[in-house]
């Protein structure tokens, strides 16, 4: 065991390398996957067919392929003709999650604006309000506090995607804790992982209760900030979960 405490310490530096990397694709992949899901999620309710086909299409393309493949593509097919796009890895990598998981995540969106009571669109159509701001005022802020609990679910999912990354020669955690493995046992290494992994999932599981907790403030549904580090469960939009 003491060495491989001493193998540890000797590749930390190399470590936290990886793990800022991790936390770079994490964070470009979650920018680019919101972005995407909001547009393609406002864009599949069009009533327009030729627009919302466009956004299903996307939708579908990347929703059913796989994201390795995906990956792949992007980094091995596009350098070749007639494309010619060469990209850097670590772009190519932040590409990749953010449109598969954008993909995922604009039915989220579509799903959670549908969920939004009949009344509110009713009461919107009463004030006269244009639709931009039928949605931007009343519609999406209720819509995006139904849609945190499962955007939570697939930003967790896209933090342990980026391990797949390595494949395209970026030198992630995984890859680290590869090289790690050599020097240790196998169990020490990929024990660490986990732990390292968990952590970093827990850490965006609190900021992405906190921004549930604030939605819901916002709407004044209660909820309070020492919720987001508790097991106490959220209130959800018509007080269900809250603490007795």
Known sequence: MTENFEALWRALPQLIDGVLITLQLTAGGALLAIVVA??????????NIVLRGIARTIIELFR????LVQLFFFFFVLPLPPFEIELPAVFTGILALGLNYGAYGAEVVR???NAVPAGQWEATTALSLSRTQRMWRVIFPQAWALMLPSLNNLLIQLLKGTAVVYLITIVDLTAELNRLRVQTDV??????GLLVYFAIAYLLTLGMNALETRAKHRLGQGGKWRDT???TPIPDMKGAGQAA
Not at 38 to 47: D, N, S, T, V
Not at 64 to 67: C, D, F, I, V
Not at 187 to 192: N, T
């Open 38 to 47: 909001i547009g393609l999620g406002l864009l599949a309710r069009f009533e």
């Open 187 to 192: 169990y020490f290494a990929y024990g660490l």
């Open 111 to 113: 799903g959670s604006i």
């Open 229 to 231: 580090i508790t097991t």
């Open 64 to 67: 059913g392929t796989s994201l």
